[in-house]
Protein backbone atom coordinates (compact mmCIF):
# COMPACT_ATOMS: atom_id res chain seq x y z
CA UNK A 1 0.00 0.00 0.00
CA UNK A 2 1.52 3.71 -0.72
CA UNK A 3 0.28 6.64 0.48
CA UNK A 4 -1.01 8.68 -2.99
CA UNK A 5 -1.89 12.39 -3.24
CA UNK A 6 -4.21 13.15 -5.15
CA UNK A 7 -4.52 17.10 -6.54
CA UNK A 8 -7.83 17.43 -9.35
CA UNK A 9 -11.09 15.55 -8.82
CA UNK A 10 -13.33 16.63 -11.46
CA UNK A 11 -14.84 14.25 -14.36
CA UNK A 12 -11.96 12.13 -14.69
CA UNK A 13 -9.66 13.09 -11.54
CA UNK A 14 -12.25 11.67 -9.48
CA UNK A 15 -13.01 7.88 -11.05
CA UNK A 16 -8.99 7.56 -11.07
CA UNK A 17 -8.61 8.22 -7.67
CA UNK A 18 -11.43 6.35 -6.68
CA UNK A 19 -9.67 2.97 -8.62
CA UNK A 20 -6.18 3.99 -6.69
CA UNK A 21 -7.84 3.65 -3.84
CA UNK A 22 -9.77 0.68 -4.71
CA UNK A 23 -6.88 -1.23 -5.32
CA UNK A 24 -5.94 -0.61 -2.02
CA UNK A 25 -3.65 2.36 -1.94
CA UNK A 26 -4.17 5.35 1.02
CA UNK A 27 -5.34 8.42 -1.43
CA UNK A 28 -5.02 11.94 -0.01
CA UNK A 29 -7.55 13.50 -2.14
CA UNK A 30 -7.92 17.41 -3.17
CA UNK A 31 -9.62 19.58 -4.94
CA UNK A 32 -10.33 23.46 -5.27
CA UNK A 33 -14.50 22.24 -5.10
CA UNK A 34 -15.63 21.08 -2.08
CA UNK A 35 -18.08 18.87 -3.54
CA UNK A 36 -15.71 17.16 -5.52
CA UNK A 37 -12.79 16.05 -2.34
CA UNK A 38 -16.62 15.43 -0.85
CA UNK A 39 -17.43 12.40 -4.08
CA UNK A 40 -14.07 10.84 -3.70
CA UNK A 41 -14.57 10.70 0.18
CA UNK A 42 -18.00 9.33 -0.34
CA UNK A 43 -16.06 6.01 -2.01
CA UNK A 44 -13.19 5.79 0.68
CA UNK A 45 -10.54 8.55 -0.07
CA UNK A 46 -9.31 10.72 2.78
CA UNK A 47 -9.82 14.38 2.04
CA UNK A 48 -6.76 16.70 2.32
CA UNK A 49 -7.04 20.57 3.58
CA UNK A 50 -4.70 22.12 0.84
CA UNK A 51 -2.70 20.41 -1.79
CA UNK A 52 0.45 21.56 0.94
CA UNK A 53 -1.28 18.97 3.26
CA UNK A 54 -2.28 16.55 0.61
CA UNK A 55 1.15 15.81 -0.07
CA UNK A 56 2.51 15.46 3.28
CA UNK A 57 3.66 12.37 3.79
CA UNK A 58 2.59 10.72 0.01
CA UNK A 59 5.37 9.05 -1.85
CA UNK A 60 3.54 9.40 -5.07
CA UNK A 61 1.33 12.62 -6.16
CA UNK A 62 -1.41 11.98 -9.05
CA UNK A 63 -2.37 15.77 -10.85
CA UNK A 64 -5.64 16.07 -13.29
CA UNK A 65 -5.34 19.15 -13.78
CA UNK A 66 -6.99 21.60 -16.50
CA UNK A 67 -4.24 23.29 -18.31
CA UNK A 68 -0.56 24.18 -17.90
CA UNK A 69 -0.87 27.05 -15.71
CA UNK A 70 -2.58 25.27 -13.27
CA UNK A 71 0.12 22.50 -13.36
CA UNK A 72 3.17 25.23 -13.38
CA UNK A 73 1.12 27.28 -10.38
CA UNK A 74 0.76 24.30 -8.69
CA UNK A 75 4.63 22.87 -8.73
CA UNK A 76 6.34 26.01 -9.35
CA UNK A 77 4.18 28.58 -7.37
CA UNK A 78 2.12 31.59 -8.41
CA UNK A 79 1.70 35.22 -6.92
CA UNK A 80 4.93 35.00 -4.90
CA UNK A 81 3.57 31.80 -3.15
CA UNK A 82 6.04 28.91 -3.16
CA UNK A 83 4.88 25.89 -5.34
CA UNK A 84 4.40 21.99 -4.30
CA UNK A 85 8.39 21.21 -5.42
CA UNK A 86 9.22 22.96 -1.98
CA UNK A 87 6.88 21.13 0.36
CA UNK A 88 7.51 17.15 -1.25
CA UNK A 89 9.98 14.77 -0.01
CA UNK A 90 13.45 14.22 -2.31
CA UNK A 91 12.73 11.01 -4.63
CA UNK A 92 8.62 11.33 -4.52
CA UNK A 93 7.13 10.70 -7.68
CA UNK A 94 4.86 12.91 -9.82
CA UNK A 95 2.81 11.59 -12.64
CA UNK A 96 0.88 14.16 -14.04
CA UNK A 97 -1.96 12.90 -15.63
CA UNK A 98 -3.35 16.80 -17.32
CA UNK A 99 -3.89 17.75 -20.90
CA UNK A 100 -0.87 20.80 -20.84
CA UNK A 101 1.95 22.20 -23.78
CA UNK A 102 4.77 19.80 -23.78
CA UNK A 103 7.02 22.73 -23.22
CA UNK A 104 5.44 23.14 -18.99
CA UNK A 105 5.75 19.54 -18.58
CA UNK A 106 9.39 19.84 -19.19
CA UNK A 107 9.70 22.71 -17.64
CA UNK A 108 8.09 21.33 -14.35
CA UNK A 109 10.46 18.24 -14.74
CA UNK A 110 13.45 20.16 -14.77
CA UNK A 111 12.89 21.84 -11.56
CA UNK A 112 11.67 18.84 -10.10
CA UNK A 113 14.64 16.86 -11.29
CA UNK A 114 16.97 19.89 -9.42
CA UNK A 115 14.61 18.66 -6.42
CA UNK A 116 15.43 15.28 -6.58
CA UNK A 117 11.95 14.71 -7.56
CA UNK A 118 10.70 12.15 -10.31
CA UNK A 119 8.13 14.27 -12.74
CA UNK A 120 6.47 12.26 -15.80
CA UNK A 121 3.61 13.57 -18.02
CA UNK A 122 0.92 10.87 -18.51
CA UNK A 123 -1.90 12.36 -20.22
CA UNK A 124 -4.53 10.20 -20.59
CA UNK A 125 -7.21 8.85 -23.61
CA UNK A 126 -10.65 7.22 -23.10
CA UNK A 127 -12.90 9.94 -21.46
CA UNK A 128 -14.90 9.72 -18.43
CA UNK A 129 -16.37 5.81 -19.19
CA UNK A 130 -12.47 4.69 -19.36
CA UNK A 131 -11.70 6.33 -16.66
CA UNK A 132 -14.48 4.90 -14.52
CA UNK A 133 -13.60 1.32 -16.16
CA UNK A 134 -10.09 1.98 -14.88
CA UNK A 135 -9.15 1.23 -18.66
CA UNK A 136 -7.51 4.50 -19.97
CA UNK A 137 -4.60 5.08 -22.46
CA UNK A 138 -1.43 6.39 -20.88
CA UNK A 139 0.95 8.19 -23.08
CA UNK A 140 4.18 8.74 -20.63
CA UNK A 141 7.17 11.19 -21.30
CA UNK A 142 9.96 10.11 -19.22
CA UNK A 143 12.71 8.00 -18.77
CA UNK A 144 12.29 4.52 -18.75
CA UNK A 145 13.38 3.83 -15.18
CA UNK A 146 10.65 6.85 -14.51
CA UNK A 147 8.32 4.52 -16.32
CA UNK A 148 8.84 1.28 -14.57
CA UNK A 149 7.89 3.15 -11.12
CA UNK A 150 5.13 4.81 -12.02
CA UNK A 151 3.83 1.69 -13.96
CA UNK A 152 2.25 -0.17 -11.03
CA UNK A 153 -0.03 2.90 -10.46
CA UNK A 154 -0.51 3.61 -13.98
CA UNK A 155 -1.99 -0.34 -14.24
CA UNK A 156 -4.58 0.75 -11.47
CA UNK A 157 -5.87 3.66 -13.51
CA UNK A 158 -5.56 2.11 -17.65
CA UNK A 159 -5.30 -1.02 -19.60
CA UNK A 160 -2.91 0.71 -22.18
CA UNK A 161 0.58 2.68 -21.26
CA UNK A 162 2.52 3.56 -23.30
CA UNK A 163 6.06 4.88 -23.61
CA UNK A 164 6.24 8.27 -26.16
CA UNK A 165 9.49 9.38 -25.30
CA UNK A 166 11.55 11.77 -22.90
CA UNK A 167 9.38 13.63 -20.85
CA UNK A 168 6.56 16.27 -22.79
CA UNK A 169 6.43 12.97 -25.62
CA UNK A 170 3.32 12.13 -23.92
CA UNK A 171 1.75 15.61 -24.36
CA UNK A 172 2.90 16.06 -27.75
CA UNK A 173 1.82 12.33 -28.54
CA UNK A 174 -2.44 13.06 -26.66
CA UNK A 175 -2.46 16.56 -28.42
CA UNK A 176 -1.83 14.43 -32.14
CA UNK A 177 -4.88 12.21 -30.73
CA UNK A 178 -7.12 14.94 -29.46
CA UNK A 179 -6.76 16.97 -32.53
CA UNK A 180 -7.83 13.81 -34.56
CA UNK A 181 -11.14 13.35 -32.08
CA UNK A 182 -11.74 16.70 -32.67
CA UNK A 183 -11.66 16.50 -36.01
CA UNK A 184 -13.91 13.05 -36.09
CA UNK A 185 -16.50 14.09 -33.98
CA UNK A 186 -16.92 17.08 -35.74
CA UNK A 187 -17.18 15.99 -39.29
CA UNK A 188 -19.41 12.54 -37.15
CA UNK A 189 -21.72 15.32 -36.18
CA UNK A 190 -21.78 17.28 -39.60
CA UNK A 191 -23.06 13.55 -41.32
CA UNK A 192 -25.45 12.49 -38.67
CA UNK A 193 -26.96 15.88 -39.31
CA UNK A 194 -26.89 15.66 -43.00
CA UNK A 195 -28.42 12.59 -42.80
CA UNK A 196 -31.10 14.04 -39.97
CA UNK A 197 -32.08 16.22 -42.20
CA UNK A 198 -32.70 14.33 -44.95
CA UNK A 199 -35.26 12.61 -42.60
CA UNK A 200 -33.02 9.88 -41.35
CA UNK A 201 -33.09 8.12 -38.51
CA UNK A 202 -29.55 8.79 -36.35
CA UNK A 203 -29.57 5.66 -35.13
CA UNK A 204 -29.96 3.73 -38.21
CA UNK A 205 -27.29 6.06 -40.09
CA UNK A 206 -25.10 6.08 -36.90
CA UNK A 207 -24.86 2.38 -37.28
CA UNK A 208 -24.58 1.69 -41.09
CA UNK A 209 -21.64 4.53 -40.66
CA UNK A 210 -20.04 2.36 -37.95
CA UNK A 211 -20.11 -0.32 -39.96
CA UNK A 212 -18.96 0.83 -42.69
CA UNK A 213 -15.66 3.03 -44.01
CA UNK A 214 -16.90 6.12 -41.73
CA UNK A 215 -16.57 3.91 -38.75
CA UNK A 216 -14.85 5.73 -35.86
CA UNK A 217 -14.23 5.93 -32.04
CA UNK A 218 -17.40 8.27 -31.98
CA UNK A 219 -19.52 6.44 -33.72
CA UNK A 220 -18.29 3.19 -31.41
CA UNK A 221 -18.68 4.81 -27.92
CA UNK A 222 -19.80 8.33 -28.32
CA UNK A 223 -22.36 9.31 -30.51
CA UNK A 224 -22.97 13.24 -30.59
CA UNK A 225 -26.67 12.34 -31.42
CA UNK A 226 -29.21 12.34 -28.32
CA UNK A 227 -30.28 8.87 -27.67
CA UNK A 228 -28.31 6.34 -29.48
CA UNK A 229 -25.87 5.60 -27.18
CA UNK A 230 -27.42 5.48 -23.49
CA UNK A 231 -24.14 6.26 -21.43
CA UNK A 232 -23.09 8.82 -23.96
CA UNK A 233 -22.69 12.46 -22.58
CA UNK A 234 -25.94 13.40 -25.53
CA UNK A 235 -28.03 11.14 -23.60
CA UNK A 236 -27.69 13.35 -20.57
CA UNK A 237 -27.94 16.92 -21.74
CA UNK A 238 -24.39 17.02 -22.83
CA UNK A 239 -23.58 16.67 -19.14
CA UNK A 240 -19.82 15.89 -17.54
CA UNK A 241 -18.10 14.06 -20.18
CA UNK A 242 -15.16 16.24 -22.22
CA UNK A 243 -16.02 20.02 -21.72
CA UNK A 244 -15.89 21.60 -25.21
CA UNK A 245 -13.64 24.18 -23.68
CA UNK A 246 -11.40 21.27 -22.85
CA UNK A 247 -11.25 20.47 -26.64
CA UNK A 248 -10.91 23.76 -27.46
CA UNK A 249 -7.52 24.38 -25.64
CA UNK A 250 -6.14 21.18 -26.80
CA UNK A 251 -6.71 21.81 -29.99
CA UNK A 252 -5.04 25.49 -29.40
CA UNK A 253 -2.23 23.34 -28.20
CA UNK A 254 -2.07 21.69 -31.41
CA UNK A 255 -2.02 24.70 -33.31
CA UNK A 256 0.64 26.11 -31.65
CA UNK A 257 3.08 22.96 -31.70
CA UNK A 258 2.22 23.32 -35.52
CA UNK A 259 3.30 26.35 -35.55
CA UNK A 260 6.60 25.97 -33.33
CA UNK A 261 7.26 23.13 -36.19
CA UNK A 262 6.14 24.52 -39.40
CA UNK A 263 3.72 21.68 -39.68
CA UNK A 264 0.56 22.17 -41.81
CA UNK A 265 -2.69 21.28 -39.93
CA UNK A 266 -5.75 22.95 -41.72
CA UNK A 267 -8.26 20.35 -40.37
CA UNK A 268 -6.99 20.93 -37.02
CA UNK A 269 -7.48 25.09 -37.51
CA UNK A 270 -10.56 24.93 -38.82
CA UNK A 271 -12.08 22.05 -35.87
CA UNK A 272 -10.38 24.88 -33.50
CA UNK A 273 -12.61 27.51 -35.21
CA UNK A 274 -15.83 25.57 -34.99
CA UNK A 275 -15.33 24.49 -31.12
CA UNK A 276 -14.40 28.36 -30.56
CA UNK A 277 -17.70 29.55 -31.88
CA UNK A 278 -19.44 26.90 -29.84
CA UNK A 279 -17.53 28.28 -26.94
CA UNK A 280 -18.37 31.82 -27.37
CA UNK A 281 -22.04 30.39 -28.30
CA UNK A 282 -22.18 29.85 -24.55
CA UNK A 283 -21.48 26.28 -24.65
CA UNK A 284 -17.91 25.91 -23.37
CA UNK A 285 -18.75 23.69 -20.39
CA UNK A 286 -21.00 21.13 -22.01
CA UNK A 287 -19.43 18.03 -23.44
CA UNK A 288 -17.19 18.85 -26.80
CA UNK A 289 -19.83 16.23 -28.63
CA UNK A 290 -22.52 19.12 -28.59
CA UNK A 291 -20.70 20.38 -30.94
CA UNK A 292 -23.27 19.16 -33.21
CA UNK A 293 -25.95 21.54 -32.05
CA UNK A 294 -23.65 24.52 -34.27
CA UNK A 295 -23.50 21.68 -37.06
CA UNK A 296 -27.14 21.08 -37.28
CA UNK A 297 -29.40 22.90 -40.14
CA UNK A 298 -32.41 24.60 -37.98
CA UNK A 299 -35.64 24.77 -39.36
P1 LIG B 1 -12.63 19.06 -14.91
O1 LIG B 1 -12.79 20.49 -15.24
O2 LIG B 1 -13.85 18.18 -14.77
O3 LIG B 1 -11.79 18.90 -13.54
C1 LIG B 1 -10.67 19.66 -13.21
C2 LIG B 1 -10.64 19.78 -11.68
O4 LIG B 1 -9.44 20.41 -11.28
C3 LIG B 1 -11.81 20.60 -11.11
O5 LIG B 1 -12.51 19.83 -10.15
C4 LIG B 1 -11.11 21.82 -10.49
O6 LIG B 1 -11.77 22.30 -9.33
C5 LIG B 1 -9.75 21.24 -10.16
N1 LIG B 1 -8.68 22.22 -9.99
C6 LIG B 1 -8.32 23.25 -10.81
N2 LIG B 1 -7.24 23.89 -10.32
C7 LIG B 1 -6.91 23.26 -9.17
C8 LIG B 1 -5.87 23.45 -8.20
N3 LIG B 1 -4.96 24.43 -8.32
N4 LIG B 1 -5.84 22.63 -7.14
C9 LIG B 1 -6.75 21.64 -6.99
N5 LIG B 1 -7.76 21.40 -7.87
C10 LIG B 1 -7.82 22.20 -8.95
O7 LIG B 1 -11.65 18.45 -16.00
P2 LIG B 1 -11.49 16.93 -16.48
O8 LIG B 1 -12.50 16.66 -17.54
O9 LIG B 1 -11.39 16.05 -15.29
O10 LIG B 1 -10.06 17.04 -17.22
C11 LIG B 1 -8.85 17.15 -16.49
C12 LIG B 1 -7.70 17.05 -17.49
O11 LIG B 1 -7.79 15.81 -18.21
C13 LIG B 1 -7.70 18.16 -18.55
O12 LIG B 1 -6.38 18.54 -18.83
C14 LIG B 1 -8.36 17.48 -19.75
O13 LIG B 1 -7.94 18.08 -20.97
C15 LIG B 1 -7.84 16.06 -19.61
N6 LIG B 1 -8.70 15.00 -20.18
C16 LIG B 1 -10.05 15.01 -20.01
C17 LIG B 1 -10.81 13.98 -20.56
C18 LIG B 1 -12.32 13.92 -20.39
O14 LIG B 1 -12.96 13.10 -21.07
N7 LIG B 1 -12.91 14.73 -19.53
C19 LIG B 1 -10.20 12.95 -21.27
C20 LIG B 1 -8.80 12.96 -21.41
C21 LIG B 1 -8.06 13.99 -20.86
Known sequence: MTTIAFIGLGNMGAPMAINLQKAGHDVRAFDLSKDA?????????????????AVQGAKVIVTMLPASQ??????????????LLSAMEPGTLVIDSS??????????????????IDFIDAPVSG????AIAGTLTFMVGGTASQLERAKPYLEKMGANIFHAGAVGAGQTAKICNNMLL???????????ALGVANGLDPKVLSEIMRRSSGGNWALE???????????APASKGYAGGFGTDLMLKDLGLAQENAIAVKASTPLGGM?????????????????????????????
Open 37 to 53: VAKVVAEGCAAAFSAQD
Open 70 to 83: HVEGLFLGKDGAPG
Open 99 to 116: TIAAATSQKVAKAADAAG
Open 127 to 130: GTGG
Open 182 to 192: GILMAGTSEAI
Open 221 to 231: KYNPFPGVHEN
Open 271 to 299: ARAIYAQHSIAGNGLLDFSSVIQALSAKN
